[in-house]
């Protein structure tokens, strides 16, 4: 009051500060949610050019906590319900306040098991219910969903394996595997020569398609097993749900196999 200056202060008394962050975190994504999936506490990855507490628009919330470092940071979400995420976001609050969102691209979480709408089976004999030696049968498939390229499997068929003139195969022949230099293929064991059997290598399955439409091949040989040709179909949808294995046909058709001459 007296007029006296004050010598200039530039320090608290209490050591006391405060510093000034104005940047928001910067935040990018490194692995996205895998979709479709069947697992349904999925992970996403991401990193931060500094540490903070994570927030989402994901109701159920995150299981490995809201602290964030600097650098690579693995979330892991609760379980979530099946469907379809979009427009979900993380956010990353640093401790001055500023945050910064990161949209998570959209996924599917699908639990729901593949079927089979349609199997059908026939062979290129004029009979199409018949089949003898060096015919194709056709198995068709439809399914309830796209799925992953399926696998068929005809129990009492050589395919993917040796054929014998006579006897058994599997005592007369033996298989050659393929290899990156040679093909697969069968010869006759030293019973096979001495039952003069003639060993012949039957190609597997052949399987063509996409989505929901499948077709499986084989070719029947000599040495199959006569009767009603069996079949097992595995398969698994998109998301890695595994159909149960299917070994009937829809429309009540099969294929007989004959492979012995009048």
Request: proline fraction near 5%; glycine fraction near 8%.
């Given at each position: 009051?007296?007029?006296?200056?004050?010598?200039?202060?530039?320090?608290?008394?209490?050591?006391?500060?405060?510093?000034?962050?104005?940047?928001?975190?910067?935040?990018?994504?490194?692995?996205?949610?895998?979709?479709p999936?069947?697992v349904?506490?999925?992970?996403?990855?991401?990193?931060?050019?500094?540490?903070?507490?994570?927030?989402?628009?994901?109701?159920q919330?995150?299981?490995?906590?809201?602290?964030i470092?600097?650098?690579?940071?693995?979330?892991?979400?609760?379980?979530?319900?099946?469907?379809?995420?979009?427009?979900?976001?993380?956010?990353?609050?640093?401790?001055?306040?500023?945050?910064?969102?990161?949209?998570?691209?959209?996924?599917?979480?699908?639990?729901?098991?593949?079927?089979?709408?349609?199997?059908?089976?026939?062979?290129?004999?004029?009979?199409?219910?018949?089949?003898?030696?060096?015919?194709?049968?056709?198995?068709?498939?439809?399914?309830?969903?796209?799925?992953?390229?399926?696998?068929?499997?005809f129990?009492?068929?050589?395919?993917?394996?040796?054929?014998s003139?006579?006897?058994?195969?599997?005592?007369?022949?033996?298989?050659?595997?393929a290899t990156?230099?040679a093909?697969?293929?069968?010869?006759?064991?030293?019973?096979?020569?001495?039952?003069?059997a003639?060993?012949?290598?039957?190609?597997?399955?052949?399987?063509?398609?996409?989505?929901?439409?499948?077709?499986?091949?084989?070719?029947?040989?000599?040495?199959?097993?006569?009767?009603?040709?069996?079949?097992?179909?595995?398969?698994?949808?998109?998301?890695?749900n595994a159909?149960?294995?299917?070994?009937?046909?829809?429309?009540?058709?099969?294929?007989t196999?004959?492979?012995?001459?009048?």
């Amino acid at each position: 009051l007296a007029g006296n200056a004050l010598v200039k202060v530039t320090s608290t008394s209490d050591s006391s500060l405060v510093t000034f962050d104005g940047i928001a975190p910067v935040l990018r994504q490194t692995t996205p949610i895998s979709t479709p999936s069947n697992v349904e506490t999925p992970t996403y990855v991401f990193s931060s050019d500094e540490a903070g507490t994570l927030t989402t628009t994901i109701e159920q919330g995150v299981s490995t906590g809201d602290s964030i470092i600097e650098g690579s940071n693995t979330v892991t979400f609760n379980t979530l319900p099946a469907g379809t995420y979009t427009d979900k976001t993380i956010t990353v609050t640093d401790a001055a306040g500023n945050a910064t969102s990161l949209t998570i691209p959209e996924f599917t979480i699908d639990t729901t098991l593949p079927t089979l709408t349609g199997v059908r089976i026939a062979s290129d004999n004029a009979n199409t219910a018949l089949a003898k030696a060096n015919e194709t049968v056709t198995l068709t498939i439809n399914s309830s969903e796209p799925i992953q390229e399926p696998t068929c499997v005809f129990p009492g068929l050589a395919a993917g394996g040796c054929s014998s003139t006579v006897g058994d195969a599997d005592a007369n022949c033996v298989l050659t595997a393929a290899t990156d230099m040679a093909v697969a293929s069968c010869t006759a064991s030293a019973d096979g020569t001495t039952a003069g059997a003639v060993c012949t290598y039957v190609e597997p399955a052949r399987v063509t398609g996409s989505g929901s439409n499948w077709v499986c091949e084989v070719t029947t040989a000599t040495g199959d097993d006569a009767g009603q040709i069996a079949f097992e179909i595995d398969a698994y949808d998109l998301a890695g749900n595994a159909l149960v294995k299917v070994t009937s046909t829809s429309d009540s058709s099969l294929v007989t196999f004959d492979g012995i001459a009048p």
